[in-house]
């Protein structure tokens, strides 16, 4: 069964504290893994999709990478307006098209 | 462009009531899906679209939840005989085709069951 593990499952960081948030899966054949950021409220807003292993992307002060196991979302130097809730989906190739989600890591940034 | 839209935004109910959720997805946009989410965790699959028809209906919990995409576009939830279970946030996300590409999602409509 695919399973999507995030952790943890709250961090506090003092601004400019770059950190790590952790998003283990398993996964028989993956299609694609996706960081989505939401905000209390709000509906989850896409940030990056990763197909293979090795891949990394970057926005502004993130930077996803991926290995056959597990994906990074690096932060660094974050801000205030960093905090939100960060998930991790997976999409695997015999589950159809829909995306299996973590619980996702709540993000605090404090001035 | 505008985003995927979801109406109401929040829905409070009495137990045993019918409901109606509607999704209007980004035009162009083949592919939609529905997910619900629930205090703390992940959005979990309900159901997915491609054009009319139900593609992938797996993660519907029970024969009380139906969705339809009649004319491939906007998409209707429905839940017949509402529980306090049911509630939870419903989320409507869209793809330009389907496939491994970016679900874009909605701001989801808060249901609440008394």
């Known amino acids: 069964e695919d399973q999507v593990t995030q952790s943890p499952e709250a961090l506090r960081l003092q601004e400019g504290e770059s950190s790590s948030l952790n998003c283990s899966y398993t996964?028989?054949?993956?299609?694609?893994l996706f960081w989505y950021r939401q905000d209390p409220g709000k509906g989850p807003e896409f940030l990056f999709t990763l197909y293979s292993a090795g891949e990394e992307k970057e926005k502004e002060r993130l930077k996803a990478t991926l290995t056959k196991k597990e994906s990074f979302l690096h932060i660094t130097a974050p801000k205030p307006e960093d905090s939100a809730t960060y998930l991790c989906a997976v999409q695997a190739q015999n589950s159809g098209y829909a995306l299996n989600f973590g619980k996702g890591t709540s993000l605090l940034v404090t001035p | 462009g505008a985003g995927v839209s979801q109406t109401p935004s929040n829905k409070v109910t009495e137990k045993g009531k019918y409901v109606e959720l509607r999704c209007d997805p980004i035009s162009g946009h083949t592919a939609l899906y529905w997910y619900r989410q629930s205090l703390g965790q992940g959005p979990e699959f309900l159901i997915y679209f491609q054009g009319t028809g139900a593609a992938d209906d797996s993660g519907l919990p029970n024969d009380r939840f139906f969705a339809v995409r009649p004319e491939g576009s906007v998409s209707t939830l429905k839940i017949q005989r509402t529980e306090r279970g049911d509630s939870a946030v419903y989320l409507c996300?869209?793809?330009?085709?389907?496939?491994?590409?970016?679900?874009?999602f909605g701001p989801g409509t808060r249901l609440l069951v008394l």
């Open positions: 996964v028989s054949g993956l299609r694609g």
């Open positions: 996300a869209s793809s330009f085709q389907g496939g491994a590409e970016t679900q874009y």
